[in-house]
């Protein structure tokens, strides 16, 4: 290996250096913190290897330049020449289709992203090794997969990495560039062995002479990385060079250059989180160069017109560089997806005839400000109103259970963040909703996808025409028709198209008429909806599910299929792929301030309604709404509710009863994906992969008197919610009107969906808020602006507890012990691996529709604690414009949710429906919550679910049932085949134990 004498440290290098990954700034917000310099005059392709990193670049480079990035995948076109004429001919100001095309007629300069696969492998690289070839006169930037593909165009060989694969580690580098001169100075500024993320199984390797060789080495790491991935190290610049320096014959090249081209690579990562400011300067110091040297050949062309007129009329100067239609840049291709939708959903539906809608929200205040409830608590709530319906929704914040009731709270306080239990409620478990389809303006939408038989497949939405309280209530009037769109291209139509969302919402109240006895008159308040007058972002709208098959509806390809075979045999039939209720009437509960929210919809005044339409159906809400808070009112909070007692002595205990849950795929089996998924890693086809399997079982249960087979589900949520209370919970059943299995099994009937999701999971994947009511009237945001977050999750450690200790010192080393858990999972080097992984996946997924500079992470591997675990979660956001991005544009850019993939996301579940046989997941690995009429939703990740089917029994006195449990887990380098089934098993714990219980109570 051949390496360059490092120069002595300096104090300010070696303060940057004691700086640790764990402690040191984390650059959380990109926009003010990297934008040192004035955006330059620079045109910038970005070629994306199909990677899951690639838009983390495209937010960097953009704002380092006036002009849009364009972004085109390498197998976008056959060659660069075919790339080249395709921008060409769109470019009206040449005036001669004849003359030759240059590549810095139209781009500045060229960054090649990361990727999965090999140099050598034709299939993996596109255009990249064309692109290499042919422009030696253009500046290019090779990250990773780009920096090995510099390597193998110019002699290198690129072989497995001597340690071994490393992904989502850290090592410290050392570079040194010699010769700047009219050179890119790629690590100007940038201290000797400063910390770096790396991503990659394979690295260029240089032979013992460079003499003959056109590229060189400019940059190295060591081959250890054990120690510079620990959270701890204090080395100084002193101790890593001493180390480097012992085995520099090992140091692996983290940086080349050509020798005469404008071409430089980094096998690192400079757009990690991890790498933080040191690569954003990376960046900016190749775009720098870029600028110098194209205005030096600007200033060459110039004068060789002066010198030479006729010649120069073969010249295409910069400034007449057009913007290529066909290449992709986030301000234009959302807009342009849904104007290409929109036409095509014109022909297929009526758009015409649904009018706006009028939000109408009544509040049920606690009037024991500072003693205990007398509300109803939720779960009585459901109970009582819902758990007997057909269809329902229950979206439990079951953490809340544990909230504020009296001591004292402040009752207008905003910044209450915790419970006594140190939940952080504000964020993550704040609010509880729930309602059903049983209103005027409710439907009920069924989506079954291309992995379900040709029979079964399409889009069935049911409209509902009750209007009555009874759940008895015939539904017979119910129409149902069958659209030929799938589940995002239907809700794009109604939320977008149809302009399904609310500018205003009205507050009604309740009085006595005093001339009237008996008589109670309503009082409506009008406010626009920005006023911040309701403490949530819910109005009503889409309740429902998004299983994990949707990622092939998903247009931007990355989620989508490419040669899958679709097995519908390995498809529970009566699950629909996705399914959603048009939530026209619900309840809100806020955990928090003990109050209840009663939300209905009515008819909006539009040119398409008239107004006696309109005022009926206010009236028909209000009625509604008067009811409901009656309802509530006269009840009381039990004293003891049933499913509430979170005793952990019985929540430890596992009742007594053998019931086999059998796997999809055996252990031996399991253990041989584990092999296939460590081997995939090593050869560079994958960071990381979330394998996951299926636990079944078949119960029989005695028939409850008086008692529906669809009402039987909610029994086992209450038990789930109990053992493994969670902030993003839900109920969620869809039943099909005739309470009969054996008819819902009929194929011949077209809807025949029997599905109830009993979810504990604690795992945010998507939240959309508007920005106005969650910054004051100073802040830079737009009225049109949104927040967009996810809370990833990897990393569990259980709590340490005690029962039965009142002693002070007992306590005091119960609590030591526990919060020596937490810190080993704050270092964890495997578990921070897999954080940062996905981390840096978010980023890259919200980068894509995000507006530039507005992604950031404001906690990273943050811990939180809950009453039974610890956990590494992160918190990523980003902005977007409402004017073009709505909540289906964010879902179809990060669905499915990168922890339960794995990364690079496409080449990943590509391997991962191979190794999983084919079998869908269904809603697990996929989202369930909200998406509200303003624009707003709140997604979680289906774990910790079980999803109930009914079978066919004969027996009238019993009802049997079909459980899958989904579980897995992450399968990174560092992962330990002998205990990832193990570890599969336990997470599925929790769920398996409310089983036995629910089948124990049953017996």
């Known amino acids: 290996m051949h390496y360059l004498q490092p120069d002595a440290p300096d104090t300010k290098a070696e303060t940057e250096q004691n700086q640790m990954f764990s402690v040191s700034p984390h650059f959380t917000d990109q926009s003010q913190t990297f934008r040192l310099n004035e955006p330059l005059d620079l045109k910038i392709l970005l070629i994306d290897n199909h990677d899951s990193y690639t838009y983390n670049l495209y937010q960097y480079l953009s704002t380092m330049t006036r002009y849009p990035v364009k972004v085109v995948m390498n197998d976008d076109f056959p060659s660069w020449d075919a790339l080249l004429r395709n921008v060409s001919s769109q470019d009206s100001v040449r005036t001669s289709k004849e003359l030759a095309i240059s590549t810095l007629d139209y781009f500045d300069c060229i960054v090649i992203s990361p990727g999965p696969g090999q140099p050598s492998h034709a299939s993996d690289m596109g255009i990249v090794l064309d692109t290499i070839r042919k422009n030696s006169d253009v500046p290019i ?23 071994g694969p490393v992904h989502g580690l850290m090592s410290s580098v050392y570079h040194n560039e010699r010769d700047t001169e009219r050179k890119c100075h790629l690590f100007n500024g940038i201290p000797q062995f400063f910390d770096v993320v790396r991503y990659h199984s394979l690295t260029v390797q240089f032979p013992e002479t460079l003499d003959e060789l056109d590229v060189e080495p ?135 005839s649904e009018p706006y809608y009028q939000v109408i929200i009544h509040k049920i205040a606690n009037e024991y400000e500072y003693g205990p409830s007398r509300l109803p608590t939720p779960e009585q709530v459901f109970e009582e109103l819902y758990s007997c319906r057909q269809n329902s929704f229950w979206l439990d914040s079951s953490t809340g259970e ?159 299929s490419h040669g899958e075979v679709f097995q519908p045999e390995r498809t529970n039939s009566n699950v629909p792929t996705a399914a959603f209720m048009f939530a026209d009437r619900s309840l809100l509960y806020d955990h928090l301030l003990d109050e209840w929210y009663i939300i209905g919809l009515a008819r909006g005044k539009c040119n398409r309604d008239l107004p006696a339409t309109t005022d009926a159906s206010v009236e028909k809400t209000i009625t509604w709404i008067q009811h409901i808070a009656t309802t509530i009112g006269s009840w009381s909070q039990h004293q003891s509710s049933p499913g509430v007692d979170q005793s952990t002595t019985t929540l430890n205990m596992i009742p007594d009863l053998k019931v086999e849950f059998t796997p999809n795929r055996s252990k031996e089996q399991y253990q041989t994906d584990i092999r296939r998924s460590h081997d ?15 636990l079944t079982t078949d119960l029989k249960l005695r028939r409850l008197p008086l008692k529906k087979v669809h009402e039987s589900p909610f029994g086992l949520y209450k038990l789930l919610r109990r053992r493994n209370p969670a902030p993003f919970s839900a109920f969620f059943s869809l039943f099909s009107k005739r309470d009969s299995a054996k008819t819902a099994l009929d194929s011949s009937s077209p809807i025949s969906a029997q599905i109830s999701i009993c979810c504990s999971s604690p795992e945010r994947f998507l939240s959309m808020t508007r920005a106005h009511s969650q910054v004051s009237q100073s802040s830079s945001f737009e009225a049109c602006d949104f927040i967009v977050e996810s809370k990833p999750i990897k990393g569990t450690a259980a709590r340490y507890t005690v029962l039965g200790i009142n002693n002070k010192q007992q306590m005091d080393s119960v609590e030591k012990v526990d919060s020596e858990i937490a810190a080993r999972l704050r270092e964890s080097v495997k578990d921070r691996a897999e954080n940062l992984m996905i981390v840096d996946l978010l980023r890259n997924d919200l980068g894509r529709i995000c507006k530039v500079g507005s992604v950031h992470v404001p906690k990273l591997m943050h811990i939180e604690s809950y009453a039974t675990v610890h956990q590494m979660v992160s918190t990523v956001r980003g902005t977007v414009d409402g004017r073009i991005t709505n909540a289906i544009d964010v879902i179809e850019a990060c669905f499915p949710g990168g922890s339960m993939t794995g990364a690079p996301k496409q080449r990943t579940i590509e391997i991962l429906h191979e190794i999983e046989q084919g079998v869908s997941r269904g809603p697990y690995s996929g989202c369930l919550g909200y998406i509200s009429l303003n624009g707003c939703m709140d997604m979680n990740i289906v774990i910790r679910t079980a999803v109930l089917t009914p079978s066919d029994c004969n027996d009238k006195l019993t009802e049997a049932w079909k459980v899958s449990i989904g579980c897995g887990g992450a399968i990174t380098a560092l992962s330990n085949s002998n205990d990832e089934y193990e570890e599969m098993l336990l997470k599925s714990r929790a769920v398996r134990a409310a089983i036995l219980e629910w089948l124990q109570t049953r017996s």
């Open 402 to 560: 544990t909230r504020i009731r009296f001591g004292g709270l402040n009752r207008g306080t905003s910044d209450v963040e915790t419970d006594r239990e140190g939940c952080p409620i504000i964020n993550n478990s704040r609010f509880s909703i729930m309602g059903t389809d049983d209103g005027p303006l409710s439907r009920k939408i069924e989506y079954f996808g291309r992995e379900h038989s040709l029979e079964r497949q399409g889009l069935y939405v049911t409209s509902g025409l009750g209007d009555s309280y009874d759940s008895t209530a015939s539904r017979e009037q119910d129409r149902s028709v069958v659209l030929d769109m799938n589940i995002l291209e239907y809700l794009r139509t109604q939320l977008v198209e149809r302009q399904e969302v609310v500018q205003k919402l009205k507050l009604v109240s309740f009085s006595d008429d005093p001339t009237r006895t008996g008589i109670t008159l309503s009082t409506l308040h009008e406010f626009d909806d920005c006023d911040n007058v309701i403490p949530f972002e819910y109005r009503g709208g889409y309740v429902g599910y998004l299983g994990y098959e949707v990622r092939h509806d998903c247009s931007d390809g990355i989620s989508a």
């Open 680 to 694: 995939e890693i090593r050869r560079g086809e994958s960071y990381e992969l979330c394998v996951t399997n299926q």
């Open 218 to 352: 400019i940059a190295w790491c060591n081959n250890d990385v054990s120690s510079v991935s620990d959270a701890k190290r204090k080395n100084t610049i002193k101790d890593s060079q001493t180390a480097f320096l012992s085995n520099a014959s090992s140091a692996i090249c983290m940086g080349l250059r050509h020798k005469n081209n404008p071409h430089y690579g980094v096998q690192f990562h400079p757009e990690s989180i991890g790498t933080g400011s040191n690569g954003y300067r990376l960046i900016r110091n190749f775009c720098d160069f870029a600028f110098r040297y194209n205005e030096h050949r600007k200033l060459e062309v110039k004068t060789q017109a002066t010198l030479n007129p006729q010649k120069s009329m073969n010249c295409v100067l910069h400034d007449t560089v057009v913007e290529p239609a066909s290449f992709s840049n986030t301000s234009s291709i959302r807009s342009d997806t849904i104007l290409s939708r929109s036409q095509n959903n014109d022909q297929k539906s009526d758009v015409s």
């Open 141 to 163: 930037l090779g990250v990773c997969l780009g920096h090995q593909a510099l390597g193998y165009v110019y002699g290198c060989e690129v072989k497995l990495a001597p340690s």
